[in-house]
């Protein structure tokens, strides 16, 4: 017993019931997922064509199918802090065949959506809004780009907010009317100090 | 055939007759109606039995009875009101019974479900109190009110008062109707002749009625005769369907029509006049070459035009995986053993004309289309299904990938009469496969529009089969089935399923996401998850077998619209009740049979066509079938004898009469349907529509808006 | 040539007007040759990315989109993009305001705040889509204007996701862009200027970087791509085109992270549909900054010119 690594917490866990109970069902969780992915998730009937065309599942254990498993048996917390909820790369293959016409990429987006509202996040999507709020752009120009641009015969900053920054207010206003910097800033200081 | 109620709110004259005084009002309808019709009772005023019905909580649950009741008791005319549990019951029944007799009633009103439930029922029940049946009226309170205001309790309870009110002021201008019996034609018609029609064929004969049955294409037998072997007895299927073949090729009562469709259809219940058009075959039967006048010719099936003819076209039979001829028959078992002519790819060269001879002289190149006429007192529907076309899910590469191919194809394939001897070769080399998946439910259980909803129901069973025959005839095969549910339902098919497993076949529980084909080898990847596992799967197999979604035949819509059949959301044919109807139609005297009203096993498929045999023998032994006396009538003092009405008809029910030296209008009471057109028509105001008349209309709607809380 | 025919504010994204500026110019000059004029969109920001901001907050996301689509609404033009992201974000969202009054109004709530309103009055194309689509120019048109044939040259089509999936969700008026398990209209596209178009297995599968992937676990997302890169180097071409700078940047940037991190090299260049346009209708390789690739495209230049 004592050779069970982090003994007494590890064992507890080792040894939990893992059976499925009524109380494990949540169906404000399934109703918020169905709200936020405006999809029919609870209509899955487990056919696994969304797996068999998904590209992450053959190279990883996400499984999209046991994620909408998950939205229908309203197992919240499960779904939440799997870190496999994040290695969909949103190609849309599974809303593209799915037969009972479900868009389980949807679902994960929800999902992803219900996360961040606990504060489970990857910390490069925060570095997205971070960069997003100071520059209205996802990757910032160069000086490399800028003469290559201006050999181009285009203007060293395209006409973006890169060129015109007066519009980045009103970026920031949005962002801000869903707190959405404060947020990731907090978090980002949280994780990395 | 009965018509729905509807109120023809077209103003004639004798609406101001109509006063809100009820006696008024049935001096007027006695001034309407035409002479002959009983209107005995009106000379005394009328009294109207009200019959509220709880129908447990159906009706009770959603509104106040006793409300209702106390209204109804205030309501003119109303001489007794009363309420039961279930009115439809027995003692229900016995209730309206001795109220007739002990209240005198002239008339009754049953507050309860839809007429289309149980007006036969208290109609009944009228006429056992000894009133006339037709002196009934139904207010519906429970599909049109209850169950669609189930939370409205004081909303449900005025709308009910509304229904009775406006139900009693129509039952006191009720006259005493008459059924019309009309006689039935002594033979049926079935068209289609798959198993499900042969089989209802077979029955209807053997019970003495003439029976046309038309098949479209050249020889009878359908699907059945393109499957290999049928689950679970593995019976080599065209071996067990020969013999009915060849009964219906014999059978005295049975007049087979090839080639032939239904054009037009006219008429109805035991009066069906059927336009048969027999499609131009280009060559004679034996019967026909007699009629004109070539003794001992026509078609014995020899086939010497067929290697003669240069025209090479893909069999359908096998579809198109064998060649056949512009003159062909579609394998060497056809019923009838006549060649066929194929007009769209026929030259005209004329040499099979030369290699027919001059002694049989059986083709005829010029031949034309021909109608025929039949009468006859029912028909029966079955006209069977196609395969869906699967390629347009591209997922799973059918018509792009030589290895993908549909179960169809698969069981001409398999099947030792079918273009490779029943030797299983991959297309792309004819190489036998050593590893073959069957992909189910592909095309079916499918939301996404490009599909179908609908389970095809005995693709499980089929693709158990195939994956039987290949474990028979190609030793070290491997077969898998990718399925989302094994449907194993019926007698012995869990133990097929159970064989076949124990035969080594591998099961994988996921539906195929997607097929990709190896260019060089030409096998096929197919991908999917097994969701049992929970890992994704990547399985190179040498053939893939689509069990494709089955779908009903194209030309069915024609043929169903000609008969007034509706088809259902799924597009199969309606029944007239799904549970306790399935072989039966809205439309009387038309019947359905097999798959054309939803995918069926060979089981089911021969029992729903003895169960339409059954039903359409009925009226056919009877001798004769009661119409609904909702006729119109001509009420002859008031006809100009203008005759605009004759071309309104529908029906061409209508003809203009001499009489007592003056033109009126007269009605054929058996064509009639009822359907007001005339009657809301004439102007003036000649045309009684029985049951339906103007003054019964114009009393409903003045008691609806006109009446309320006395 | 002629006077323009159609004019589109065109809306950049964030990769290729920052790092692949080639396929910018490529895209206005061959436009104009062909008749479109691509006006600039000022004051555009990330669409946003779908990735990142779909998977934080919906509302953010439908908010910025529509923030850029209303851009090109205040300049009454009509959006042509050249990326395929950028394309869920803008095309997508313009669709769903237009057809969802409860998001519309959700929107314009936030956008009231910058004095903007979406109302639904432009209609958003890729640039891709523009050159099929025989109502504005068409495969021939495109054939047509083709100088340097680039005759020789194998180049395999990397379609992308998220210009037709889901097919259901989009709207096109050439339904065989619609068909997104066998497709051959970019093949077409490749096939107009001279070289051969090359299939390859599983040539639909996405490139591993969307969904915030490529941020949150690199590996996982260049495994992804490997797979593809794989099968390119099994059929043998000589470089692979795209209609997504994100997918760009993948395979190109990609296959350096690749070879530092599984130790394979593939030297397979990778261009943009736009830089290829611009190289068959005669401009130079520094005229396309093709030098900013990170996998030189030296071999297959070497090829076609």
């Known amino acids: 017993m004592v050779r069970t690594k982090g003994y007494p917490e590890a064992l507890e866990k080792k040894l939990r019931d893992q059976r499925y109970f009524n109380e494990d069902t949540n169906p404000e969780f399934t109703k918020n997922v169905k709200g936020i992915s405006r999809t029919i998730a609870h209509m899955c009937y487990q056919c696994g064509t969304c797996t068999g065309s998904c590209p992450s599942a053959p190279r990883s254990t996400y499984r999209i199918r046991k994620f909408m498993r998950r939205a229908v048996l309203g197992l919240e917390n499960e779904s939440l802090t799997d870190p496999d909820l994040w290695l969909c790369t949103t190609c849309y293959s599974c809303t593209d065949r799915c037969p009972r016409d479900i868009a389980p990429t949807d679902v994960i987006m929800a999902m992803r959506n219900l996360a961040f509202k606990r504060d489970i996040i990857p910390v490069n999507f925060l570095k997205t809004v971070q960069a997003i709020y100071s520059s209205g752009h996802g990757v910032p120009n160069n000086d490399v780009n800028r003469a290559a641009r201006e050999r181009l015969g285009l203007t060293r900053d395209p006409p973006t907010t890169h060129m015109y920054p007066e519009y980045i207010k009103g970026i920031q206003k949005i962002l801000d009317h869903y707190k959405l910097k404060a947020n990731a800033d907090r978090i980002v200081k949280e994780r990395e100090g | 055939m009965a018509e729905k109620k509807k109120s023809t709110t077209k103003k004639t004259e004798s609406k101001k007759e109509t006063k809100h005084e009820a006696p008024a009002k049935q001096e007027a309808a006695q001034k309407a109606a035409p002479s002959g019709v009983s209107t005995t009772k009106t000379q005394e005023k009328a009294r109207i039995g009200v019959f509220i019905c709880h129908c447990g909580t159906n009706i009770a649950g959603s509104m106040d009875i006793n409300a209702v009741q106390d209204y109804a008791k205030t309501i003119p005319n109303v001489a007794y009101v009363d309420n039961y549990k279930y009115m439809c019951s027995m003692p229900g029944q016995a209730v309206i019974n001795k109220a007739i007799k002990d209240n005198k009633l002239t008339g009754v009103v049953v507050a309860a479900c839809s007429p289309r439930l149980h007006e036969p029922t208290f109609r009944t029940a009228t006429k ?506 001509c009420i002859e003092e008031r006809c100009a004898g203008c005759g605009m009405c004759i071309n309104l008809c529908p029906y061409s029910a209508l003809a203009l009469v001499e009489k007592d030296g003056r033109q009126v209008m007269q009605v054929t009471e058996a064509k009639c349907k009822g359907c007001g057109t005339c009657g809301g028509f004439c102007p003036g105001g000649a045309i009684w529509m029985n049951h339906f008349a103007t003054p019964q209309i114009v009393a409903q709607i003045d008691a609806f808006l006109l009446g309320g809380e006395q | 040539m002629s006077e323009a025919k159609h004019k589109f504010a065109f809306y950049l994204g964030c990769i290729a007007p920052n790092r692949y500026p080639g396929c910018e110019s490529a895209s206005i000059k061959a436009m104009k040759k062909l008749g479109v004029e691509l006006v600039p969109l000022k004051g555009a920001s990330c669409c946003p990315a779908p990735g990142a901001f779909g998977s934080i907050d919906l509302n953010v996301f439908y908010a910025m989109a529509a923030r850029n689509l209303v851009l090109a609404e205040q300049m009454k033009m009509d959006i042509a993009l050249l990326c395929n992201g950028c394309y869920k974000s803008i095309w997508e969202v313009n669709h769903k305001l237009k057809h969802n009054q409860d998001l519309r109004d959700g929107v314009n709530e936030v956008l009231k705040e910058i004095d903007m309103e979406y109302k639904g009055t432009i209609n958003v194309y890729h640039t891709a889509e523009l050159l099929y689509n025989e109502k504005f120019i068409g495969v021939e048109k495109v054939r047509s204007s083709v100088t340097n044939p680039l005759t020789g040259a194998r180049i395999a089509v990397h379609y992308g996701c998220h210009l037709t999936k889901p097919h259901k969700d989009r709207e096109f008026e050439n339904d065989v862009m619609l068909n997104t398990e066998h497709p051959s209209w970019m093949e077409e596209l490749v096939a107009a200027l001279g070289a051969t178009p090359v299939e390859y297995r599983n040539k639909m599968q996405c490139c591993g970087a969307g969904g915030g992937v490529r941020g949150y676990d690199i590996v996982h997302a260049l495994d992804i791509a490997n797979e593809k890169l794989i099968n390119l180097k099994n059929v043998g071409v000589d470089a692979l085109t795209d209609i997504c700078p994100f997918c760009q940047l993948q395979f190109d940037r990609g296959q350096i992270e690749i070879k530092e991190k599984f130790g394979v090299s593939y030297d397979l260049p990778v261009l943009h549909y736009a830089e290829l346009l611009g190289l068959a209708q005669g401009m130079s390789p520094q005229d396309l900054g093709l030098d900013l690739h990170a996998i030189s495209c030296e071999p297959f230049l070497q090829k076609v010119l």
Not at chain 2, 134 to 160: L, P
Not at chain 2, 189 to 212: E, F, H, S
Not at chain 2, 246 to 256: S, T
Not at chain 2, 442 to 460: E, I, M, Q
């Open chain 2, 128 to 633: 056992e109190g000894g009133l006339n049946q037709f002196r009934f009226e139904m207010a519906n309170i429970r599909e049109q009110n209850s169950w669609v205001h189930m939370h409205d309790q004081e909303g449900s309870t005025e709308k009910a008062k509304d229904a009775i009110r406006i139900a009693v002021a129509k039952a006191g201008l009720l006259q005493d109707l008459f059924p019309k019996a009309v006689p039935v034609e002594h033979a049926a018609m079935v068209v289609g002749a798959g198993v499900a029609g042969m089989q209802a064929a077979l029955d209807l004969a053997n019970a003495g009625i003439k029976t046309y049955l038309i098949e479209s294409q050249p020889t009878i037998g359908g699907r059945m005769s393109q499957l290999d072997k049928t689950f679970p007895t593995l019976d080599c299927s065209q071996c067990i369907l020969t013999p009915k073949m060849v009964d219906v090729g014999r059978a005295a009562n049975i007049e087979l029509m090839t080639y032939s469709e239904v054009d037009a259809v006219e008429g109805y219940i035991g009066n069906f006049d059927v336009t048969v058009r027999k499609k131009a075959r280009g060559v004679l039967t034996p019967a026909e070459a007699e009629a004109r006048g070539i003794v001992g010719g026509g078609c014995n099936g020899c086939g010497d035009c067929e290697p003669v003819c240069p025209v090479v076209k893909p069999n359908e039979f096998e579809v198109g995986m064998k060649p056949r001829k512009a003159i062909y028959i579609s394998h060497p078992q056809v019923v009838p053993l006549i060649y066929t002519i194929d007009w769209n790819s026929c030259i005209k060269c004329g040499l099979c004309v030369t290699a027919c001879g001059p002694e049989k002289k059986a083709i005829d190149l010029e031949a034309k289309d021909e109608l025929v006429k039949v009468k006859v007192g029912t028909a029966i529907l079955a006209t069977g299904y196609d395969m869906f076309p699967v390629e347009k899910k591209t997922e799973w590469g059918y018509k792009k990938y030589e290895n993908v191919i549909s179960s169809l194809e698969f069981e001409r394939l398999i099947c030792a009469s079918g273009p490779t001897s029943g030797h299983l070769v991959r297309p792309s080399d004819g190489e036998t496969p050593k590893r073959v998946a069957f992909v189910l439910c592909a095309g079916s259980r499918d939301n996404t529009g490009n599909g179908k909803p609908y389970c095809s129901r005995f693709c499980c069973m089929y693709s158990l089969k195939h994956a039987h025959q290949i474990y028979e005839k190609i030793p070290g095969v491997q077969a898998y089935l990718f399925y989302m549910d094994i449907r194993s339902f019926g007698k012995m098919y869990e133990e097929f399923y159970y064989r076949i497993q124990d035969e080594g076949a591998k099961f994988i529980r996921g539906r195929v996401a997607n097929i990709l084909e190896d260019p060089v080898t030409k096998n096929l990847h197919v991908h999917t998850d097994d969701t049992l596992l929970n890992r994704p799967v990547d399985m190179e197999v040498d053939l893939v077998v689509l069990a494709a979604a089955v779908q009903p035949k194209e030309d069915t819509n024609r043929t169903r619209k000609l008969f007034g059949v509706s088809c259902s959301m799924d597009g199969w044919l309606l029944e007239a009740h799904p549970k306790l109807n399935p072989c039966g139609t809205t439309t009387a005297g038309v019947f359905l049979a097999g798959v054309c009203q939803g995918p069926k096993d060979i089981p089911d498929t021969v029992a729903s066509a003895e169960g339409a045999a059954s039903a359409a023998s009925i009226p056919i032994h009877k001798g004769e079938v009661e119409l609904e006396p909702y006729f119109a009538t």
